[in-house]
């Protein structure tokens, strides 16, 4: 059996330990938030948190994170203690009118929150680097002008606040 | 066995006046047919794609899908605006994959573009939404930048102000007075002089008594209420939680997975399959499949599928393009445009004679390879037999097309099979209903089994088993006369496919020779972003542009000049260059081009500002785009269509390269098939234009084609050396040996 702890919820799985996060998230737990993409972790859109870490779960055994805190996008808002609302990246996400098809979208906002967790002034460098997701749709434009109203919010002592310029 | 390049997309079903003319109305009307089978208690259908509830919510039933470009907010937007719905009171469905549902109006847009002629009687009508045709043609089909300026424009706008015609009908005859002393707002008639007021939804059932009316009359733009503003997207807060369903996510119960390999040559045959005893020895694995040309591993999981499938040993035939590879192929090209019979696209004046008696030509050959989709959402269908009858769950650009399709590989009647809609993981055209292999390999796979099977590809196959946008080569000659005017544009390409304009120019040249030779390949082929513009756009705007610098003039002054007649190309391309601060110097390093280039009924410019990394890469810094598309509907989800247009041509542009290597695709995923990201993403600055008397232009498509020419052009400007064959990946250029770029 392996133990998984996801979104706060302990779960006992009958699952070959090298199975990858991503497929027990989405065939064993249902949560079906974090997407398939290219499973050989070069898209992004798998990205979960371990313990506040974002990893691309397609190429992440069970078994390496057995003892972590596992967030998904279901669970980002809850684990952030604004339960039932939505985060600030959720919020400038809608603020900033993101997401297009939505395929790498949860993906995109949890390499995003990840990155501001660590770091709520990220230089252009970091932003590049941490933010490596691909989007078919070419939503970049709106994902760097939603970085930077939170990076601005943050700077301002603002952050969290639902409101912000609709683009 | 080799495929002939034909009309591919929407032509050749929606060509047919006889079709087009002759199933005007069907009896008895949607409208009745709506209320009786899909209304529940106290829901009244006013036309096929509104409904309204007792408790005044109006409900639009959009007959497309939503796949990032905003359909369920722009169109719902429409017909509310006509209505003079409260938007705050609007909800949108997808309307079910069902005959009553098929899109009518679509068929007409398209007939009208290709110049077919439609009876007067049928314009904005309310009745033409209900075109037999449509059902004979399974069509709902999301494609060809067609939503908005027909659905929309002739459908949805039609609906809404039918319906506040016959709810202000209902409230004048509920308080006797006349029609035309009442008025509709916020989703209530009033009657003012008296003071009376009666909500959409008290009004419901006694306005369906009355008939659609034909010809209702449509608000003109200053009564526009919703058309025009930025009314967020519909489908967006689930799209930041997790919660948007997307064809994948689709988990009936006790549903199974399958993994595929398809033969890795087009046409290729499963021979047999080694190792099957060993595989199903394996966790969870239920059943080996083999189909005509692949086999399939299903599972309870689709790692343990996907993992099983990796030790199975299929052997497939050999076939006659075994040793087939991309330099073949455009030797074949090649060949086939020195010897192959031409057949006219456009023919203008006298080109040979002008050629001839030119005092100068200038020749240019570029081409363009193949290219994959590569939607985020890997391919998937989810496909479930049961009771003679099948459900499906996919996410497609045409729901009633996938429903005849799966009748049809299942052999089952296509009222026995029920599509369930989801959003769609990107389109692009690869979800198009000509493109089925997998929902064909799915809807196969599933007839063994009495539970749910998922059919999901690995990213290896959806790069591998694609409906690749051609590879295409195309050969230009200009004549000069002694001043340096042009006098003679000839071009020589191949494959002829939608839209049918695309190798055609919008500049002045009274000698014009277009021709087309047929070369076909084994490479399956589809509707890729733009279609045919993609690359045609490239090779007229390159070729336009080495025009300009051989006659020495700036490339905005040169094209203006051949645009004297047509004020709305003009006027994208002087606005584009003025906010890119066209006739000021670049920074530093950095060079502009202009492309230029209309598309399904709006003109693009775009001017990108490129420069070099330290290892002679190419950089797009800014891009931008003015497009004029008659009238915007929403400003923020066209603007946003816009930058991902630029973005997917210029992902194209940079790296887009499908290869063929022994008659297989050679790439495989996003490490050898790449993709723009974040950080190569540059600045984009959309200027929306709007043409009064213009009709309504598609915005999903058109601000991908001159992207690519814009970049290679300010590559000319920047080093003096001309891009002829994309992608750029392949390319380390060298800043300029002098100051002087090229022949300025």
């Known amino acids: ?146 970085i930077q109203t939170l990076v601005a919010d943050n700077a301002s002592g603002n952050a969290g606040t639902a409101e912000g310029e609709t683009v | 066995m080799k495929m002939n390049r034909r009309r591919f997309l929407l032509g050749t079903t929606v060509i047919g006046g006889g079709l087009l003319l002759g199933y005007a109305v069907t009896r008895p009307t949607r409208q009745f047919l709506a209320n009786r089978d899909h209304a529940e208690a106290g829901q009244t259908f006013l036309t096929t794609w509104l409904r309204i509830d007792p408790d005044n919510r109006v409900t639009v039933v959009v007959p497309h899908s939503e796949m990032g470009q905003g359909v369920l907010t722009s169109l719902p937007m429409m017909a509310a605006d006509e209505m003079d719905a409260d938007w705050n009171l609007v909800r949108v469905e997808q309307a079910p994959a069902t005959d009553l549902f098929a899109n009518g109006v679509l068929i007409k847009g398209f007939a009208m573009s290709m110049g077919l002629s439609v009876p007067a009687f049928l314009d904005r009508t309310v009745d033409f939404a209900t075109l037999k045709a449509a059902e004979i043609m399974n069509m709902q089909i999301t ?278 809609p989801f959003y769609l993981g990107g389109g692009f055209g690869r979800r198009l209903p000509q493109s089925t292999n997998t929902i064909d390999q799915a809807t196969r796979i599933a007839s063994h089994f009495d539970v749910p099977v998922q059919t999901l590809w690995s990213r290896e196959e959806d790069t591998r088993q694609d409906y690749y946008r051609p590879a295409v080569s195309s050969r230009f000659r200009a004549g000069l006369d002694a001043n340096g005017q042009l006098i003679a544009w000839e071009n020589v390409y191949i494959g002829k496919n939608e839209p049918v304009e695309a190798a055609h120019i919008a500049y002045q040249v009274p000698n014009q020779k277009i021709d087309y030779v047929e070369s076909p390949t084994h490479i399956p082929f589809g509707a890729w972003r733009s279609v045919a513009h993609s690359q045609h756009s490239f090779f007229l705007e390159s070729f336009t542009d080495e025009l300009a610098w051989h006659a020495n003039q700036d490339p905005l002054q040169y094209r203006l000049s051949l645009l004297q007649d047509k004020p709305r190309h003009r006027r994208v391309l002087q606005e584009a260059a003025a906010r890119a601060g066209w006739t000021t110097a670049a920074p530093e390093g950095r060079a502009r081009g202009i492309a230029l280039q209309e598309s399904f009924g709006s003109i693009v410019a775009e001017v990108a500002e490129v420069s070099l990394t330290e290892e002679g890469e190419v950089r797009v810094n800014k891009v931008v785009c003015a497009i004029d598309c008659g009238r915007v509907v929403n400003p923020d989800t066209a603007a946003s269509q816009v930058e991902s247009g630029i973005i997917y041509g210029l992902t194209a542009a940079m790296y887009g390269q499908i290869s063929i290597e022994n008659g297989r695709v050679k790439e495989s995923n996003f490490h050898d098939y790449e993709m723009l990201r974040l950080a190569e993403s540059p600045d984009i600055d959309v200027i929306l234009l709007e043409s009064d008397d213009a009709p309504v232009g598609g915005l999903g498509e058109p601000a991908t084609p001159p992207i690519s020419a814009a970049v290679t052009n300010a590559i000319y400007a920047l080093t003096g050396q001309r891009v002829r064959e994309l992608p750029l990946k392949n390319y380390r250029f060298l800043p300029p040996p002098t100051e002087a770029a090229g022949n300025v």
């Open chain 1, 1 to 146: 059996m392996i133990e998984l702890n996801v979104n706060g919820n302990t779960r006992q799985l009958d699952i070959e330990s090298e199975m990858p996060l991503l497929w027990a998230l989405r065939n064993e737990l249902g949560l079906t938030g974090t997407k398939f993409g290219c499973g050989i972790a070069a898209c992004g859109a798998c990205t979960v948190h371990v313990d506040g870490q974002p990893v691309r779960s397609c190429m992440t055994p069970v078994s390496a994170v057995r003892n972590s805190q596992i967030t998904t996008i279901e669970g980002l808002a809850a684990n952030a203690g604004v339960n039932n609302t939505l985060t600030a990246v959720q919020q400038a996400w809608i603020n900033h009118q993101v997401p297009q098809c939505g395929y790498c979208q949860s993906g995109m906002i949890m390499a995003v929150s990840a990155m501001l967790a660590e770091n709520p002034n990220p230089d252009a460098e970091t932003i590049e680097r941490s933010v490596s997701n691909v989007c078919r749709c070419g939503t970049y434009p709106r994902v760097s002008k939603a």
């Open chain 2, 143 to 420: 494609g060809g930048s067609s939503s908005v300026r027909f659905t929309g424009e002739m459908g949805m706008r039609a609906a809404g102000a039918a319906a506040r015609e016959m709810l202000v009908n209902a409230a004048a005859a509920q308080w006797n007075v006349a029609a035309d002393e009442c008025d509709a707002r916020n989703s209530f008639v009033h009657h003012d002089t008296s003071g009376r007021s009666a909500s959409f939804g008290e009004l419901a059932s006694a306005a369906a008594e009355f008939a659609p009316p034909r010809n209702p009359t449509l608000k003109t733009p200053d009564r526009f209420t919703l058309m025009g503003t930025a009314v967020p997207r519909v489908d967006i807060p689930a799209k930041v939680d997790g919660s948007a369903m997307f064809g994948i996510d689709a988990m009936p119960a006790g549903m199974l997975y399958a993994a595929v390999t398809t033969a890795p040559v087009f046409g290729g045959k499963l021979a047999r399959v080694d190792n099957v005893e060993a595989v199903m020895q394996r966790r969870g694995v239920q059943r080996v499949i083999e189909l005509e040309d692949a086999v399939a591993v299903v599972a309870d999981n689709y790692w343990r599928a996907s993992e099983a499938l990796k030790q199975l040993q299929p052997v497939f035939t050999d076939t006659e393009f075994d040793s087939s590879n991309s330099s073949d192929i455009f030797a074949e090209f090649d060949a086939a445009l020195d010897n192959n019979e031409r057949n006219e696209d456009v023919y203008a004046g006298d080109a040979a004679e002008a050629l001839n008696s030119a005092a100068e030509t200038i020749s240019a050959s570029y081409r363009v390879p193949y290219l994959a989709h590569a939607a985020m959402e890997p391919m998937n269908c989810t496909v479930h037999f049961h009771d003679g009858r099948c459900d499906v769950w996919t996410g497609t650009q045409d729901n009633l097309g996938i429903r005849g399709r799966v009748a049809s590989v299942a052999d089952i009647d296509a009222n026995n099979v029920t599509v369930h």
